[in-house]
């Protein structure tokens, strides 16, 4: 009996582990399914046979934050579209590591900011950090409202100069983004800044300095004013005698319109100048598209070794093409304008002379008009920049793609115009004429 009934105690305790195994093998299978599962959905999320059919396609990662937003795929593209532009075409991109600039930190960094932007302005504001990292040389960056109202104006006005630099801007998706859509083709300037409160010339003012020195300040030129400030020598100059020096103070003019200086400077004291300038590019469509036609510079291509000379004095190392752009400014026939002076004339510049103020700068020391002054400009006098937009947004940036070398190797776009005389160590450009012009009556 005994033994009876210890065998029936064992085949119940066997049945019930039997029972538990069978158990736990089921529960082990079903994880592993789920494991399975997951893996092909988040993993594998490239694998889209494995998807889940209503998993999104739209969803982007970053270190540190996902997104289901497609929005953020076209700020993406965008920020890379701008990197892929300045690394093929911007010429000075291969200087900026030289010039001490973190380049690709600098692109890593703010790609991850992209994913927290909320709308185009917030991209813009990336975007404009980035130039402003990268140096900002030679125009590059981001356009602003101001900015594209002033060109869009301008290169409107003169389509037939400046057809490719007018299709960029008013493209229908970048004129909604600038506010621009509904807007009537008109000048956009108000008439009321034309005029300041000491002058009816927004950025110029004079004084007398010891009776016989004329002192001509010209904050900007800006594209606005060209018209306004005609008259803008002959009223002043027109006020003193017997003066034996003109200095013209552009020494923190950032530019704006060539015009201004050759129309409203130069062309009042008439006279004929001849000079050229040379201007380099890549063989890009960009130089093929805004360069090409509309003008009467011969097109040269360089030989391998000339490219390999430009390498080796600049660092760029994408210079293919060449131009020359040779001025003749007859002003002879400025007669309601004209100034009857024999006025030694002097020009002060600076670091913040840029652009079309560095373009005069160029004139003055090619033609002899006037004896340059100071320390070395910011540079880039040269062609208009050019304009890229970004495909899915209508952002605009710009940049010269015209390199400009002067006779000692040096790029203007980079490291400026020298001037005739250099100012000594903290003595401002106006302590420099004053000094010269001392020590020549002793």
């Known amino acids: 009996?005994?033994?009876?009934?210890?065998?029936?105690?064992?085949?119940?305790?066997?049945?019930?582990?039997?029972?538990?195994?069978?158990?736990?093998?089921?529960?082990?299978?079903?994880?592993?399914?789920?494991?399975?599962?997951?893996?092909?959905?988040?993993?594998?999320?490239?694998?889209?046979?494995?998807?889940?059919?209503?998993?999104?396609?739209?969803?982007?990662?970053?270190?540190?934050?996902?997104?289901?937003?497609?929005?953020?795929?076209?700020?993406?593209?965008?920020?890379?579209?701008?990197?892929?532009?300045?690394?093929?075409?911007?010429?000075?991109?291969?200087?900026?590591?030289?010039?001490?600039?973190?380049?690709?930190?600098?692109?890593?960094?703010?790609?991850?900011n992209v994913?927290?932007?909320?709308?185009?302005?917030?991209?813009?504001?990336?975007?404009?950090?980035?130039?402003?990292?990268?140096?900002?040389?030679?125009?590059?960056?981001?356009?602003?409202?101001?900015t594209f109202l002033v060109y869009k104006d301008a290169y409107e006005a003169r389509k037939d100069l400046y057809n490719p630099w007018y299709e960029v801007l008013s493209d229908d998706k970048t004129l909604k983004l600038y506010g621009m859509e509904d807007v009537e083709s008109e000048s956009t300037v108000d008439e009321d800044t034309v005029q300041t409160e000491n002058s009816k010339y927004a950025f110029v003012r004079s004084r007398v300095i010891d009776d016989d020195i004329v002192y001509i300040h010209f904050g900007s030129f800006e594209h606005f004013?060209?018209?306004?400030?005609?008259?803008?020598?002959?009223?002043?100059?027109?006020?003193?005698?017997?003066?034996?020096?003109?200095?013209?103070?552009?020494?923190?003019?950032?530019?704006?319109?060539?015009?201004?200086?050759?129309?409203?400077?130069?062309?009042?004291?008439?006279?004929?100048?001849?000079?050229?300038?040379?201007?380099?590019?890549?063989?890009?469509?960009?130089?093929?598209?805004?360069?090409?036609?509309g003008n009467d510079a011969e097109i040269i291509h360089l030989t391998p070794k000339e490219q390999e000379d430009i390498k080796s004095k600049t660092g760029i190392d994408n210079i293919s093409i060449k131009q020359e752009y040779k001025q003749v400014c007859d002003f002879t026939d400025s007669v309601e304008r004209s100034l009857n002076t024999e006025a030694k004339r002097w020009l002060l510049v600076g670091d913040i002379t840029y652009s079309s103020a560095d373009s005069f700068a160029s004139f003055c020391k090619k033609t002899g008009w006037a004896t340059v002054v100071g320390t070395r400009t910011g540079g880039c006098g040269s062609l208009p920049p050019v304009f890229v937009r970004l495909d899915n947004t209508g952002v605009c940036f710009k940049y010269t793609n015209a390199v400009k070398i002067e006779e000692d190797g040096r790029v203007n776009n980079i490291y400026g115009t020298m001037p005739d005389i250099i100012s000594k160590k903290n003595e401002k450009p106006l302590d420099t004429v004053l000094r010269v012009l001392k020590s020549e009556d002793q």
């Open 225 to 293: 004013t060209v018209d306004a400030d005609r008259n803008v020598m002959k009223d002043y100059l027109g006020k003193y005698k017997d003066y034996s020096n003109i200095i013209i103070d552009i020494s923190d003019n950032p530019g704006g319109d060539d015009t201004y200086w050759m129309e409203n400077i130069v062309a009042p004291f008439g006279g004929k100048y001849d000079y050229s300038e040379q201007y380099y590019f890549a063989d890009s469509p960009l130089f093929w598209n805004f360069f090409s036609k």
């Open 115 to 146: 994913y927290k932007v909320e709308g185009p302005e917030g991209l813009m504001v990336i975007l404009n950090q980035v130039c402003r990292q990268l140096g900002g040389y030679a125009h590059l960056s981001v356009v602003d409202k101001h």
């Open 1 to 112: 009996m005994d033994t009876l009934e210890s065998m029936r105690r064992i085949i119940v305790i066997g049945m019930w582990c039997l029972l538990i195994m069978v158990l736990m093998t089921s529960c082990t299978g079903e994880n592993d399914n789920a494991v399975s599962n997951s893996s092909i959905n988040t993993v594998d999320s490239s694998n889209k046979e494995a998807s889940e059919p209503d998993q999104k396609d739209d969803c982007f990662e970053s270190s540190s934050y996902i997104y289901e937003d497609s929005a953020v795929a076209q700020y993406l593209e965008d920020y890379d579209q701008f990197w892929d532009e300045i690394e093929t075409n911007y010429p000075f991109y291969t200087m900026l590591d030289d010039l001490g600039i973190d380049v690709q930190g600098i692109k890593d960094t703010y790609r991850e």
